[in-house]
């Protein structure tokens, strides 16, 4: 008996328009451009527009995917959205996408996991289509960053950028290719280090939360650091281990795009040498669930994507959360 495997046929993304450069941050806090790019290898990040909200970039996001692949919205079974700023609590984002794109025959939902968010749903979504439930799943990962950063405070603000990108999964058409394993973990003990305190059930808005400034990103930029290096190379050289991989078999590493001293130091722990790993934090810095379908994006642009590569994704965030996940890479289906 042969395997259903879901597999990536298209590709999408969506950054707006506006540029904050270094230059820029520099003043508006005490910081500068040699030391952002020296301990995080961010030259600039694009931020949206006020009113622009984060199903606005998925659906931008979404359009190119079904352009490419010469579908209709109505050809989706299954939306789902990762990220940790939606347009509201509720309804879900992938509501508005679904409503906005037109994509009347979807059922979809919005997946919190940081930045996991699009590794979390693309191996949610991949098992929705491996199991034969749904023939087509439309995965994003997008975030207005902007919406949650306090710019008075140097040690979040320098870090994060706004945008989304995203894939349609459909079963493979040949056994060894798609998606092939993944593994991801929670450790919640470490919520404290990078969260957002005010705005939820535990801390509901109040004129108090605001002045403590509760709606925005809090962050202990060293331990999380700590924990990325060494998580995400874990969660991968395990799931490789299972497999039956070693690190020599990978093509591409696309890992989560938080700090080029994160990435550079997991792809160390893995053997990885720089040309086997996708880097694009330069231009978008860290936009949470849309930094790997961002980087996916780049990774194919630049013909770094061919058929039969195998593909390493990875990513750590806020939860804490840890993910990895095994790509045979099977090439897009054009229209
Ligand atoms: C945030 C981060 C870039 C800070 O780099 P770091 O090398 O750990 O720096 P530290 O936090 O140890 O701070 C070193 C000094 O720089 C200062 N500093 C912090 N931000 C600064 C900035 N933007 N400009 C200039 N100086 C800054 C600190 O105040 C500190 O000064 P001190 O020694 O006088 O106290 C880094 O810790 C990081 O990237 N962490 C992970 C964050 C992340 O990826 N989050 C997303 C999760 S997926």
Redesign the pocket.
């Known amino acids: 008996m042969t395997t259903r495997r879901a597999t990536i046929t298209s590709l999408g993304r969506f950054v707006p328009e506006k540029v904050l450069t270094n230059d820029e941050?520099e003043r508006m806090?005490?910081?500068?451009n040699d030391?952002?790019l020296e301990?995080?290898g961010i030259q600039e990040r694009h931020i949206a527009e006020k009113g622009v909200a984060t199903s606005d970039l998925a659906v931008a996001a979404a359009r190119e995917i079904l352009a490419r692949r010469g579908l209709e919205p109505d050809d989706i079974d299954v939306i789902i959205v990762g990220t940790v700023t939606p347009d509201t609590i509720f309804p879900s984002t992938a509501c508005r996408v679904q409503d906005k794109l037109g994509a009347s025959r979807a059922w979809g939902f919005d997946l919190s996991a940081?930045?996991c968010g699009f590794l979390y749903a693309l191996t949610t979504g991949a098992q929705l289509v491996a199991s034969g439930a749904h023939e087509r799943a439309l995965v994003i990962g997008g975030d207005v960053m902007s919406s949650i950063i306090n710019y008075q405070d140097?040690?979040?603000?320098?870090?994060?950028g706004d945008g989304a990108g995203g894939v349609l999964l459909e079963a493979s058409e040949d056994d060894e290719g798609g998606v092939i394993d993944f593994n991801n973990w929670v450790d919640g003990s470490g919520a404290q280090f990078?969260h957002m305190p005010g705005g939820g059930s535990l801390n509901p808005p109040t004129a108090e939360t605001i002045r403590k400034r509760m709606h925005y990103v809090h962050?202990d930029?060293?331990q999380?650091?700590k924990f990325?290096v060494r998580q995400g190379a874990a969660a991968s050289l395990e799931l490789l281990k299972r497999n039956g991989y070693s690190s020599s078999d990978v093509s591409l590493l696309v890992a989560?795009q938080?700090?080029q001293?994160?990435i550079d130091a997991t792809a160390e722990r893995l053997g990885l040498p720089p040309e086997k790993v996708i880097k694009n934090i330069q231009k978008f810095g860290?936009t949470?669930a849309g930094t790997i379908p961002l980087a996916l994006w780049d990774a194919h642009e630049e013909g770094r994507l061919n058929k039969g590569d195998l593909v390493l994704l990875c990513?750590?965030?806020?939860g804490y959360t840890v993910g990895s996940c095994l790509i045979r890479w099977t090439g897009l289906r054009t229209a």
């Open positions: 941050l806090v005490e910081t500068s030391w952002i301990r995080t940081a930045c140097r040690s979040t603000c320098i870090l994060f990078l962050q930029g060293r999380v650091f990325a989560h938080a700090n001293r994160i860290n949470t990513a750590v965030g806020a």
